[in-house]
């Protein structure tokens, strides 16, 4: 079965997302997430870390921290495609 979040944008639309990976780098976990209903869309990749009551929340990165994030990611794809 395929995770799903559902999330809402700053018009208060819902949007499924598909979690394509999660994955760590050097202490740091993120997700790959998929918009579920858009084939071609791009791939968005967020910092999971820990609110004040121990729940997961998604994050957003900068430029710097994506690409590396970013390599990491299409390692992974790269690897369950062999």
């Not at 050097?26 to 968005?44: G, H, K, R, S």
Request: glycine share 4%; aromatic share 8%.
């Amino acid at each position: 079965m395929t995770e799903r979040h559902t999330f809402y944008d700053e018009l208060g639309n819902e949007i499924e997302f598909v979690v394509k990976a999660k994955f760590s780098l050097d202490d740091t976990d993120y997700v790959a997430l998929l918009p579920a209903n858009e084939i071609d869309a791009m791939t968005y990749i967020l910092r999971i870390e820990m609110d004040d009551e121990g729940d997961e929340i998604l994050v957003g990165i900068d430029d710097d921290e994506l690409e590396e994030a970013k390599d990491v990611y299409e390692e992974l794809v790269k690897e369950n495609l062999q």
